[in-house]
């Protein structure tokens, strides 16, 4: 089914109202039941992104991280089975697997007596039984299984499904017998800007003559797409028009 501007903007609004769980999930599509339960998804999850990034900033100054760990250390050794951090991150509004990155570089912090690196917080957070400390990787795995939209999990999810509709794009591309060139194939050659497909051969598409063609495995909302074109797509529409595949939209943009 289309999508109005309208019913994007009455989703939106509903999301508002509403935390960032599975629950939510179910009650957005018993309200919403003509929308497509991928394009539904797609908006929750970056609905919920915008929010996170307009409130990111209050949760990361010094007294933010203080509290939060203060609380995170209260609460364990009240109950070191209960979802501390999970329950925090719940009712301060903040994404569960943010709050356990937070809370994990705090106390690598306060241990080493250093500031620990990118990468052996992000080696932790995929896998939580490097963390020296039994009781917070529970907590932080508690975090991450239960994140719909941040995290190591979220993340491993969305390269799959990227990756799928990218296969399935291919073989579109091949099924109209057009000729085109692979991202890989493109990095390969040296383009230091590379969409998924070039077709070597130009197509018309309601009248606009289309050389490149990018897939999104995601909603194509105003923002979004301003965003893309901003760190993306502005490249490519200086060498050539671009088709921009949005799968869980109702339509693509060009």
């Known amino acids: 089914m289309k999508l109005s501007k309208a019913q994007y903007d009455e989703i939106a609004q509903f999301l508002g109202h509403v935390q960032p769980t599975r629950q939510s999930l179910r009650k957005l ?12 998804l797609s908006i929750f999850s970056q609905e919920y992104q915008k929010q996170i990034k307009r409130t990111h900033a209050k949760h990361h100054t ?5 509290t939060y760990y203060q609380r995170y250390l209260n609460g364990v050794m009240k109950n070191a089975a209960a979802p501390v951090l999970l329950e925090l991150a719940n009712e301060v509004d903040f994404a569960p697997s943010l709050m356990a990155r937070i809370v ?17 917080i992000n080696s932790m957070l995929r896998d939580p ?8 990787a529970n907590q932080v795995y508690q975090c991450t299984v239960n994140d719909c939209c941040y995290g190591p999990l979220v993340d491993c999810i969305k390269h799959a499904i990227g990756h799928e509709h990218e296969v399935l794009l291919r073989e579109m591309l091949l099924e109209k017998n057009l000729s085109f060139i692979a991202e890989d194939q493109l990095r390969a ?30 909603f194509g909302d105003e923002s979004s797409h301003q965003a893309y ?23 693509s943009i060009r």
């Open 189 to 218: 050659k040296g383009y230091d800007k590379t969409p998924d497909f070039i077709l070597e051969v130009p197509v018309a598409v309601e009248g606009h003559i289309i050389h490149w063609i990018e897939s999104k495995a995601s």
């Open 129 to 136: 039984s490097q963390i020296p400390d039994g009781v917070l």
């Open 62 to 66: 010094a007294e933010a991280v203080e």
């Open 229 to 251: 074109l901003q760190d993306q797509f502005w490249s490519y529409w200086n060498r050539s028009n671009i088709f921009t595949f949005y799968w869980s939209s109702p339509h």
């Open 104 to 120: 994990l570089e705090r106390f690598l912090q306060e241990r080493e007596q250093a500031i620990p690196s990118k990468t052996l």
């Open 29 to 40: 599509k018993e309200k919403f039941p003509s929308q497509s339960q991928s394009t539904l």
